[in-house]
C-alpha cells in the first residue's frame, strides 16, 4: 500500500457566526497527499480551498472528520509542512536574509545551520546578490522569490502554496511555474509533494499531477482529474489545450447554471451577505456590451476566446453580472437579461440609475445604506464595512471586497466616500431608492 504523507478523511468545516448560527463551508472533504505528486485544488473564491490547506496544516481544526499525519491522527501544527502565500507576507524592514532565517529561528534550527540552508535556497530561486535587499527593493517576482525560498528552508515534506502567483504578472508566473517544478524535480529529498491552490486551470494543468475540482457553498469535491501529460509540458500543445477545455466543461458545469435554492437548514435559514466578485463596474458593462453586439448571447469558451480574456476571469466579471441579474448563465451561455439589456441601451444617467438600483438588492450595499439612513451623523466609517466583511464573510479577502464595493458605489453615485477619512455619507443631491 502506497504511503501517505497528509490526508484529510470525511471533513466538514463550519463557521460560528456572531448570532450564534453556523455557516458550512466544507462538506465531507476526502483528499490524500502521496509522495513525489503535485495535486491542485481548483475551484470558485469561497469553496474553501485555502480552509482545506489551513486544515492539514493543522492552523485550523475541523469541525467533522480527521486529519491523518502519516496514517496517525494530526495533533497540533503540521511538522511536515510550510506554506507560500500568495500576498508575499514579508517583514518589510527585514533584508531578503533575513526574512528567510527568521522562520528557522522560530522553529529552532541552530543559527549555522539557518544560515547555511538560506544560502543554499536564495541560490536555488536566483536570489543571490540580492541577500541585504529590503522587500522595498524588490520586485512582485522577486519578493515571491523569497516567500518560496523561506518556506523551502524549512525542508518540508509538503510545500502548500496558496494561488502564488496571483499578484505578479503572467510572464512572471510563467516563468516561476517552471523554475518551482525544475527545483522540485531537481531535490532528491524534500519537498516531496506540492499541494497548490488555484482558480487558474491552466496554471494546475501546467503544474499538477492531479486536479481537485470543487465546488463552493458548502465546498465538495466534484471531480479529480489524473494529468498524465509528460512533462515539461507544453502550453501550447493540443493536449495542453484539450485538458484545459476538458477542466472548462468540468467548471461549466457546475458553476455555471443556475443553482436551485438550497432546502431549508443549516446555512438557509442565515441571512448572509454576497461576497463581491473582484469585477470592476467597466467590465461587467463591456461584458454587456459585447453581448449586445451579438444578439444578447454567447457561448461562455467563445467570449473568452474573442475578448483575449482568461477564462476564469471571464467566469467572475460573468458571476458578478449574474449578481446584479443583468444576465443569466444556462449551462455554457451568458445570456443578458432584460434589466442587463435595459441598461446597456440607456444614456449615461439611466445607466447609473439602474445600476444603483441593482446594487441594492444585494444585502451589503442595502444594510450599509439602511445604516446611513439611520445614523444621526448621515455619516457611516469604512471600518464599520470592513468590519461586517470579515465577521461575516471570514473566507474572503477583505480588501479586495471592500474595493468592490467601493468600486460599485461609486459607478452608482449611491454614496460619497472621503477615503482620507475613511467614511461614507449619503448622496444629498438625489433621494436613493430602496431596494
Known amino acids: 500500500m502506497e504511503q501517505i504523507l497528509c490526508e484529510l478523511r470525511g471533513v466538514s468545516h463550519d463557521f460560528s457566526l456572531p448570532n450564534g448560527k453556523v455557516l458550512r463551508v466544507l462538506n465531507d472533504i476526502n483528499l490524500a497527499i502521496y509522495p513525489r505528486e503535485v495535486v491542485a485544488l481548483l475551484g470558485p ?21 480527521a486529519v491523518f499525519h502519516h496514517d496517525r491522527p494530526l495533533s497540533g501544527l503540521n511538522p511536515s509542512t510550510a506554506i507560500v502565500f500568495q500576498s508575499f507576507a514579508l517583514f518589510p524592514w527585514m533584508s531578503v536574509a533575513e526574512n528567510i532565517r527568521v522562520v528557522m529561528r522560530a522553529a529552532h ?30 520586485s512582485g517576482g522577486m519578493k515571491q522569490r523569497v516567500g518560496i525560498a523561506r518556506a523551502l528552508s524549512m525542508e518540508p515534506e509538503v510545500l502548500f502554496m496558496d494561488e502564488p502567483f496571483s499578484h505578479v504578472d503572467a510572464l512572471t508566473a510563467e516563468s516561476l511555474r517552471a523554475e518551482l517544478l525544475d527545483i522540485w524535480a531537481s531535490l532528491d529529498k524534500n519537498p516531496s509533494s506540492i499541494l497548490l491552490v488555484s482558480h487558474d486551470t491552466k496554471e494546475v494543468a501546467y503544474m499538477a499531477d492531479r486536479i481537485v475540482v470543487l465546488s463552493a457553498q458548502p465546498g465538495t469535491v466534484r471531480a479529480v482529474v489524473k494529468n498524465s501529460l509528460p512533462r515539461p509540458r507544453d502550453y501550447r500543445s493540443r493536449e495542453f489545450h484539450a485538458l484545459v477545455d476538458y ?26 451577505p454576497e461576497p463581491l466578485p473582484r469585477a470592476s463596474p467597466g467590465e461587467i458593462v463591456g461584458l454587456l456590451e459585447y453581448l449586445d453586439a451579438r444578439g444578447g448571447s454567447e457561448n461562455v469558451f467563445r467570449l473568452a476566446a474573442d475578448t483575449n480574456r482568461q477564462y476564469g476571469r471571464v467566469i467572475t466579471v460573468a ?41 441594492l438588492k444585494l444585502r451589503l450595499f442595502h444594510e450599509a445604506y439602511e445604516g446611513l439612513r439611520a445614523s444621526p ?13 470579515v465577521l461575516r464573510m471570514p473566507y474572503e479577502n477583505p480588501d479586495r471586497i471592500f474595493d468592490t464595493f467601493v468600486q460599485w458605489s461609486r459607478y452608482g453615485n449611491l454614496f460619497n466616500y472621503r477615503e482620507e477619512e475613511g467614511v461614507f455619507s449619503l448622496i444629498e443631491a438625489q433621494e436613493t431608492p430602496v431596494a
Open 45 to 65: 473564491s469561497g469553496c474553501g480551498k485555502s480552509t482545506i490547506l489551513r486544515i492539514l496544516a493543522g492552523l485550523q481544526k475541523p469541525a467533522a472528520g
Open 109 to 138: 534550527v541552530p543559527e549555522p545551520e539557518a544560515r547555511k540552508r538560506a544560502a543554499k535556497v536564495i541560490s536555488l530561486v536566483g536570489l543571490e546578490g540580492f541577500e541585504s535587499a529590503s522587500p522595498r527593493e524588490l
Open 247 to 272: 477542466l472548462h466543461e468540468i467548471i461549466a458545469g457546475h458553476e455555471m447554471p443556475d443553482i436551485p435554492e438550497a432546502p431549508a437548514g443549516i446555512a438557509a435559514a442565515i441571512p448572509m
Open 319 to 359: 458571476k458578478a453580472a449574474e449578481m446584479l441579474d443583468l444576465v443569466d448563465t444556462p449551462k455554457q451561455a451568458v445570456v443578458l437579461t432584460p434589466e442587463g439589456r435595459r441598461l446597456v441601451k440607456a444614456p449615461p444617467q439611466e445607466r447609473q440609475d439602474l445600476w444603483k438600483s441593482a446594487i
Open 377 to 389: 451623523e448621515k455619516a457611516l466609517r469604512s471600518q464599520d464595512i470592513m468590519e461586517t466583511i
